[in-house]
């Protein structure tokens, strides 16, 4: 691949050098014949450099495969599942990688994704997987020291440096994390107290990053005290300097304190249980575990009910490993960031995964465990494509990344996909999980407190309409962000179309699904 994208390049930089149009000038083919000396002169140098660049590459290209072709297995399977390792290799290829192909870096990249072959970290990546670092601090509320020292929660991963602390402190004060900016700048001095040798900046720079981070924060006093100190140390540093102006100046920071946002306070707080389901009121009656029914009698399945208004429960081993990898394997080149729907669909950092859509028609096992929904649920899945209304959409089979979540939500949406316009509306979500998540990564329900670990091969079922067929806003619900392992899940939602009559509504205004389970077994007859 190398070569291929050398000698495209290098083709084009020579027809760069007589595509003149010398036919338009008597005088430009005079000169192109009588300088040919010089121009063959201007050639050599252009295949020195290229031949410069080249050897750097071979020895690079050379060196790589071999701590490639030595590598511990491992790093390809649990070391990854640790939010440093993450980091670490996103920085290292994209570090190692982007200075040797220098200018060739997005021809190359091209290339490579244009095959579907090859993933290569870039500089945004970077830039990313810090943000993620800084909301896994603040959804987990855990130490940036304890952080940079490998330790999540326990579960210990390679320690940071110096630097990367100040980089990820860097990053959360440009997100206007502050108090998460200090702590990581405390942490950068404690690691090059301790064990680094050399650093991106010096003490006294990091300090007025903090108190720039105070000052912002509300506490000019503290920022004060800070200048005070740094301004002797290091008077022409850049920071001291940014942060005397904003004192000097009198900059003021739009700071109030507000009261937490209560959704996002208590997504937190359910995001930070230990990984096991959570419901806040285990005692009601109504809450049981029970085999659930088909519509073929002989099929039932395991169900748990988490919750009774909204319907919430929770229906174990769904599909099969077997169905499970091959969901995966059928979307593993064809993942795409995910995005948020409204007018329109965009990539927002509120949902940090990829995607990719499987229809029914395109696997006979996908196609089976659509029916298996159906017999599960009581509802209606056929897909009536391309022309006819439908009763459920494709599945989206989701890998969640480095700290990879989905704040909180519902689910119908503003702008549904053109075939499902005419459909209704999303009724129900029945959202399979394809892998075990170790720690974080857990689905919850701030408005009502429930909180569902991801079990493999599991489902979680909900209807996202009361009996009265009102959006039931108490169905907000946000994937945590995954602090150690990895996260896959496969959601189907189903559609209104072909299940006002299969879902019906409630004989009185507080019935519940519960209540209208029997009336729909026996057909609303008395």
């Given at each position: 691949m190398y070569c291929v994208s050398v000698t495209v390049?290098?083709?084009?930089?020579?027809?760069?050098?007589?595509?003149?149009?010398?036919?338009?000038?008597?005088?430009?083919?005079?000169?192109?014949?009588?300088?040919?000396?010089?121009?063959?002169?201007?050639?050599?140098?252009?295949?020195?450099?290229?031949?410069d660049w080249l050897k750097k590459m071979s020895i690079f290209y050379f060196?790589?495969?071999?701590?490639?072709?030595?590598?511990?297995?491992?790093?390809?399977?649990?070391?990854?599942?640790?939010?440093?390792?993450?980091?670490?290799?996103?920085?290292?290829?994209?570090?190692?990688?982007?200075?040797?192909?220098?200018?060739?870096?997005?021809?190359?990249?091209?290339?490579?994704?244009?095959?579907g072959q090859i993933f290569l970290a870039d500089k945004d990546d970077i830039a990313?997987?810090?943000?993620?670092?800084?909301?896994?601090?603040?959804?987990?509320?855990?130490?940036?020291?304890?952080?940079?020292?490998?330790?999540?929660?326990?579960?210990?991963?390679?320690?940071?440096?110096?630097?990367?602390?100040?980089?990820?402190?860097?990053r959360a004060f440009s997100e206007e994390h502050?108090?998460?900016?200090?702590?990581?700048?405390?942490?950068s001095i404690t690691l090059y107290n301790s064990t680094d040798s050399t650093s991106l900046a010096t003490i006294p720079e990091i300090t007025a990053v903090m108190g720039r981070?105070?000052?912002?924060?509300?506490?000019?006093?503290?920022?004060?005290?800070?200048?005070?100190?740094?301004?002797l140390l290091e008077p022409a540093g850049d920071e001291v300097g940014a942060l005397g102006h904003e004192l000097n100046n009198q900059v003021e920071f739009e700071f109030e304190f507000e009261p937490p946002d209560e959704t996002f306070q208590n997504y937190s707080r359910l995001c930070r249980l230990e990984n096991r389901h959570h419901i806040p009121d285990p005692n009601n009656p109504r809450l049981v575990c029970r085999y659930r029914e088909t519509l073929l009698p002989y099929y039932r399945f395991k169900e748990e009910i988490l919750s009774v208004a909204p319907f919430v429960s929770v229906i174990y081993n769904v599909i099969?490993?077997?169905?499970?990898?091959?969901?995966?394997?059928?979307?593993?080149?064809?993942?795409?960031?995910?995005?948020?729907?409204?007018?329109?669909?965009?990539?927002?950092d509120i949902r940090t995964s990829d995607l990719a859509w499987i229809g029914d028609q395109m696997s006979g096992q996908v196609s089976n465990i659509?029916?298996?929904?159906?017999?599960?649920?009581?509802?209606?899945?056929?897909?009536?494509?391309?022309?006819?209304?439908?009763?459920?959409?494709?599945?989206?089979?989701?890998?969640?990344?480095?700290?990879?979540?989905?704040?909180?939500?519902?689910?119908?949406?503003m702008n549904p996909p053109p075939w499902v316009k005419r459909s209704g509306h999303r009724l129900a979500t029945f959202l399979i999980y394809?892998?075990?998540?170790?720690?974080?990564?857990?689905?919850?329900?701030?408005?009502?407190?429930?909180?569902?670990?991801?079990?493999?091969?599991?489902?979680?079922f909900w209807y996202n309409f009361d009996p009265a067929y009102e959006v039931d806003l108490l169905t907000k619900h946000g994937g945590c962000p995954v602090l150690y392992g990895h996260k896959w899940i496969c959601t189907k939602w189903i559609w209104t179309y072909g299940n006002t009559l299969r879902r019906r509504c409630g004989l009185t205004p507080e019935a519940t699904q519960l209540d209208i389970e029997p009336d729909i077994k026996r057909g609303y007859k008395s």
């Open positions: 390049l290098t083709l084009s930089a020579l027809l760069s050098l007589t595509s003149s149009e010398m036919f338009t000038s008597s005088n430009k083919v005079q000169r192109m014949v009588m300088d040919e000396e010089r121009m063959l002169g201007e050639l050599k140098l252009f295949i020195d450099q290229k031949y060196d790589r495969l071999r701590d490639v072709k030595f590598r511990d297995d491992s790093l390809e399977g649990h070391d990854l599942y640790h939010p440093n390792t993450m980091y670490l290799a996103i920085q290292k290829f994209a570090n190692d990688y982007s200075p040797v192909l220098g200018n060739n870096l997005q021809n190359f990249l091209n290339i490579q994704r244009e095959s990313g997987a810090r943000k993620s670092l800084v909301i896994l601090q603040v959804v987990f509320k855990m130490s940036a020291l304890d952080m940079a020292r490998g330790d999540y929660l326990g579960f210990q991963g390679p320690p940071l440096k110096s630097n990367d602390a100040i980089l990820i402190g860097a502050f108090n998460e900016c200090i702590e990581w700048m405390n942490a981070a105070y000052l912002r924060l509300g506490d000019r006093a503290r920022a004060e005290q800070i200048y005070d100190e740094v301004k099969s490993d077997a169905e499970g990898d091959h969901l995966k394997g059928f979307v593993s080149d064809k993942l795409q960031r995910g995005q948020i729907q409204g007018i329109k669909a965009i990539a927002s659509s029916k298996r929904i159906g017999y599960i649920t009581g509802l209606d899945t056929s897909q009536r494509k391309p022309d006819g209304l439908t009763s459920a959409e494709d599945f989206q089979v989701v890998n969640y990344g480095l700290g990879g979540r989905y704040e909180p939500h519902t689910d119908p949406v394809l892998s075990d998540v170790q720690r974080g990564g857990s689905t919850v329900f701030p408005k009502i407190g429930i909180a569902v670990a991801p079990v493999k091969n599991m489902a979680l």
